[in-house]
């Protein structure tokens, strides 16, 4: 694999247009799980894999709850399919529930092949957890809470050693380049300032979601809706853009992001309590901690809007065993002066999921030809309206699989032809600017917005003034602010499709339409047109199913 390294020759036959040119058959950007193992399964092609931190970034490795897989005793991939339809709250696509359930059982004995080591018994059979909304012992963890990180390694070791991958580190995914319909590239800015476009005739996003939008987020610094602004940008078809997952149970510390405190901790018997040492959580559903996590998560911030505090009790149900069991949330309670052991850990609700995001079928194919999604970035259907604990690796895994699979059966090779479109794109990226960096002051004045507004409970005033503040935030960015306006667009998609969903479903609350209703009973596609003084947004309902995901907006 080679490096890109501090700087970037130019491409063969050199820049033109003030530009350097690479040429690939696949690019993929993002290097979490999916990125990784789409990367990997693309064998034979040349690849350039793009992040613009380092390899094993992302939000992958911060995942600590686990992979659901159907191989334990007494479950199926029947079963977990019709558990994840029945946490979709009604938007569950049930054909990729079922795919992932099926598949997955494949992916994971796979990458237990590979090397990845997930925790056993004493007996050396695999350990199997369970969470909230599981019929069955399903979740494989990996030392306790570092499933994620345990996956990128196993997965970034091959791709270290894989001749078919180029990686590029530091380097900004900018525009994705346009001609006749089709995908010829992307421009990029790389780390020595130099912009360069990677062309190919397949580009994979594999971006990460959203959660830096928020104030309040378990998301690492560099999920700030990348893929899902890039795709708008170039009109791709969209998708259940208004559900956004908070995790209930964020360590309430004053560090951003915030500690997550995984489900598994109540899948171990934690309670919740308030001040008063009540819990609360089982007035709220018969589920109690263990209810969907859109539950506990509004039940957490009713406690918080009454002004009280809410803790996660833990001492009886691990107590001493949290050093062995838990030791990254152990460490994280630690910096933070609390001893889980003998402490109740303060939470607050926190953004950690976005459902949404670029509408795929069955293969990851996006709207626009060449184009292809996996991972947090996509929106297969898999996870509707609330998804389901520890699905989202295994989507990743999954859906990296199957982009791959499904680019390698295509006939189409090599770069695409030369365009003077590149070249005009080329002079929107300001080099003046650190593109990450830039505009710090305007981002969080975003993440104030979106908490505010697009948070836990929203309503219609409310993403109506969210909407015009985008715009306004967008209008004041500096050129070369692009993550920050990747920030703001991903801000504007999320009010308008909350704005136009007029009920409450799963992780999309509003209160002033606070009751479910089956006239809202559909996935809602939309189109965004961005220009430099904000958006507009085209919507058409479907229904759940896959098969019309790519042609709802015709």
């Known amino acids: 694999m080679t490096t890109s390294g501090g700087g970037v020759g130019k491409g063969k036959g050199g820049g033109e247009g003030g530009i350097e040119r690479r040429g690939a058959d696949v690019v993929v950007v993002g290097t979490g799980v999916a990125g990784l193992a789409c990367a990997l399964a693309l064998e034979g092609r040349r690849v350039d894999l793009l992040t613009k931190t380092t390899l094993s970034s992302g939000s992958s490795p911060w995942a600590q709850g686990g992979v659901a897989v159907s191989m334990g005793a007494g479950d199926s991939p029947e079963l977990h399919a019709a558990d994840t339809v029945a946490a979709g709250a009604g938007l569950v696509d049930p054909v990729i529930a079922e795919l992932l359930a099926r598949d997955g059982v494949t992916a994971v004995r796979r990458l237990i092949e590979l090397g990845a080591e997930f925790d056993r018994s004493a007996r050396g059979e695999l350990d199997f957890g369970k969470e909230a909304a599981h019929s069955r012992r399903r979740i494989l963890h990996a030392h306790g809470d570092s499933t994620g990180a345990e996956l990128v390694r196993a997965l970034a070791v091959r791709v270290g050693a894989a001749s078919w991958v180029r990686l590029f580190e530091g380097t900004f995914a900018a525009e994705l380049v346009v001609e006749d319909g089709a995908v010829m590239g992307l421009l990029a800015r790389h780390p020595d300032g130099h912009t360069v476009l990677h062309q190919a005739p397949q580009v994979v996003l594999a971006t990460g979601g959203l959660g830096q939008l928020f104030r309040f987020t378990t998301n690492p610094p560099e999920s700030t809706g990348d893929g899902l602004a890039l795709a708008a940008a170039a009109g791709v078809r969209l998708v259940d853009v208004e559900f956004v997952q908070f995790h209930p149970t964020a360590l309430a510390v004053a560090v951003d992001p915030l500690p997550l405190l995984s489900e598994a901790l109540r899948g171990e018997g934690a309670t919740l309590v308030n001040e008063l040492g009540e819990r609360f959580m089982v007035a709220e559903h018969p589920g109690a901690e263990l209810a969907p996590r859109d539950v506990v998560a509004r039940g957490i911030w009713k406690q918080l809007a009454l002004g009280r505090k809410a803790f996660l009790d833990a001492r009886q149900a691990v107590g001493e065993r949290f050093p062995a069991h838990f030791p990254t949330i152990f460490a994280s309670c630690q910096r933070a002066g609390i001893d889980p052991r003998v402490d109740l850990l ?209």
């Open 346 to 554: 303060p939470v607050v609700p926190a953004a950690h999921y976005h459902m949404g995001g670029i509408a795929v079928d069955e293969w990851g194919r996006a709207s626009l030809e060449g184009l292809w999604a996996c991972g947090e970035v996509s929106a297969t259907g898999v996870h509707g309206a609330n998804r389901l604990a520890s699905n989202s690796l295994l989507e990743a895994l999954v859906f990296g699989d199957r982009v791959a699979e499904a680019i390698t059966a295509t006939a189409s090779g090599g770069s695409p032809a030369r365009s003077n479109l590149a070249g005009a794109a080329a002079m929107r990226i300001d080099r003046a600017l650190d593109p990450i960096a830039a505009a710090p002051e305007l981002r969080r004045e975003i993440r104030d917005l979106a908490w505010g507004e697009l948070g836990l409970v929203r309503a219609g005033a409310g993403l109506e003034s969210a909407r015009r503040q985008f715009a306004r935030i967008s209008r004041a960015l500096p050129p070369g602010a692009s993550e920050a306006r990747n920030l703001a667009i991903a801000g504007a998609l999320v009010a308008a499709a909350a704005l136009h969903r007029m009920e409450s479903r799963g992780a999309h609350y509003r209160s002033d339409f606070p009751q479910l209703s089956e006239s809202f009973r559909y996935r809602q596609f939309l189109a965004a047109e961005v220009t430099d003084s904000g958006l507009s947004v085209k919507f058409a309902p479907a229904p759940a199913g896959h098969a019309e995901l790519l042609t709802a907006l015709a």
